[in-house]
């Protein structure tokens, strides 16, 4: 940016008005409300790691589909045991593991069997390798089993036309183990939303390159990108825009056409050079103050046609915005029914002060083995990011509360 040109322009105004707040429950709602679903489509399974199933899945076959040996050993019929033991018999046939034709036992005989072999008709049992002498051509027998014993039965875990993967179901490695035993090559589940994630200030550096007085690291796009994916979206970073409006749109058209969602940082206070406020006003994009701190100021609306939620600079705001704002919509969008983080209660280790009329989002360690205990960590600056990085949850102040004693009660949000 070439400060010197800027200033020989006419002086920018200030950009503060004053607005009635927004509550943290209707921003949450709009910026809900705008990410909306995404669509449904079927994704091979390889793919479906943590997203919801968007329909309920019937069973296609039983599970197991045929009866089979639990145990490496001797398909038998229990009958052929039930006279004086030890007892020989003759070893008609050997049956692997993915043997499709089968030889009916007859009585008298046993067939050799492994784990997941199908059980021959006429047997009704399977003797493990370890009760006999392991013959191969006549086996020994020296213990007697029951009808049924080591035998898997078609169905015992799933039945044919089951609705065993109901709609809403978060696929986990187990679920996902289900739908391939089940056959599945894909399942119908929400896509994933792509985030586009654009940083704005002059002042930005990318890590890597020499910082000059007056600037710093860029942050707030690495931490919100790693947030998107964390969420199970897709982000698509695009490191960042200096104050320049021009610039701005520049950088977002070629991605238009490509993502679901942008979220900006940056440029929405009341300074003179908010770029993102100055960009969008021409735009549905309502910008507000949320009665909230950190991260008052939020914006949210559309630009040509896509959600665009705009987040304050600050990187703790920005990042406690997403997790307030972002973060459970794009849970949302892809169907997750839990789109909050668990919270729980708690008591503060130290006192607290919090202004009238705004929740306060403060950053906090808890230690479960403390008895309920959450240590405040760092001031409530909002760019204290390093006590932000310590921190594993964030302590919710409500509104009407400006002072937290030692001991007082507060509900904790678990940010991991
Ligand atoms: P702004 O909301 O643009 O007025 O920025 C508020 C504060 O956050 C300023 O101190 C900025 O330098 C800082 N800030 C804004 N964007 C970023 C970013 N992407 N990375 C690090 N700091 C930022
Ligand atoms: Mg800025």
Not at 94 to 122: F, K, Q, S, W
Not at 124 to 153: K, L
Not at 216 to 245: C, H, K, Q, T, W
């Amino acid at each position: 940016m070439n400060w010197v040109k800027r200033s020989s322009r006419p002086p920018r105004r200030w950009q503060y008005a004053v607005v009635s707040p927004t509550t943290v429950a209707e921003h949450r709602q709009r910026v809900a409300e705008l990410v909306g679903l995404m669509p449904v489509l079927q994704l091979p399974l390889d793919e479906c790691l943590g997203l919801v199933l968007a329909a309920d899945v019937i069973a296609p076959v039983s599970l197991p589909p045929f009866d089979n040996s639990a145990m490496d050993g001797y398909a038998v019929r229990a009958a052929d045991l039930a006279g004086d033991l030890p007892v020989r018999l003759p070893v008609a046939d050997d049956i692997p593991a993915g043997r499709v034709e089968l030889n009916a036992l007859e009585p008298g005989t046993v067939h050799r069997i492994m784990t997941g072999a199908p059980v021959p008709p006429g047997a009704d049992a399977v003797v493990q390798v370890e009760w006999t002498d392991g013959g191969t051509e006549t086996v020994t027998i020296n213990r007697a089993v029951a009808a049924g014993a080591n035998i898997r039965t078609a169905g015992d875990d799933v039945e044919k036309g089951d609705a065993v993967l109901v709609a809403g179901t978060v696929l986990r490695p187990s679920t996902l183990g289900l739908a391939s035993a089940l056959g599945h090559p894909e399942l119908p589940v929400r896509r994933r939303p792509r985030v586009l994630v654009l940083s704005t200030g002059s002042e930005l550096v990318e890590p890597g390159q020499p910082l000059q007085p007056g600037q710093i690291y860029e942050s707030n796009g690495m931490m919100l990108a790693s947030a998107v994916r964390d969420a199970g979206g897709i982000a698509v970073r695009l490191r960042f825009v200096p104050d320049d409006v021009e610039e701005f749109h520049r950088a977002l058209a070629p991605y238009l056409g490509s993502v679901d969602v942008i979220v900006t940082s940056g440029g929405v206070s009341a300074g003179a050079y908010e770029v993102v406020k100055d960009a969008l006003a021409s735009h549905d994009v309502r910008f507000t103050k949320v009665a909230m701190q950190p991260g008052g100021p939020q914006g949210a609306g559309t630009y040509e046609g896509l959600p665009v939620l705009t987040l304050p600079g600050n990187p703790v705001s920005a990042q406690v915005s997403f997790e307030v704002f972002v973060r459970p919509a794009l849970l949302a969008s892809m169907g997750h029914a839990q789109a909050e983080r668990p919270t729980a209660r708690a008591t503060v280790s130290s006192p607290l002060t919090s202004p009238a009329g705004k929740t306060q989002f403060r950053r906090g360690l808890y230690d479960p083995s403390s008895g309920q205990v959450v240590t405040p960590v760092g001031g409530p600056g909002s760019h204290l990011l390093s006590a932000l990085a310590l921190s594993n949850c964030l302590i919710e102040v409500p509104e009407d509360v400006t002072e937290l004693a030692a001991g007082d009660e507060v509900t904790i949000r678990h940010l991991q």
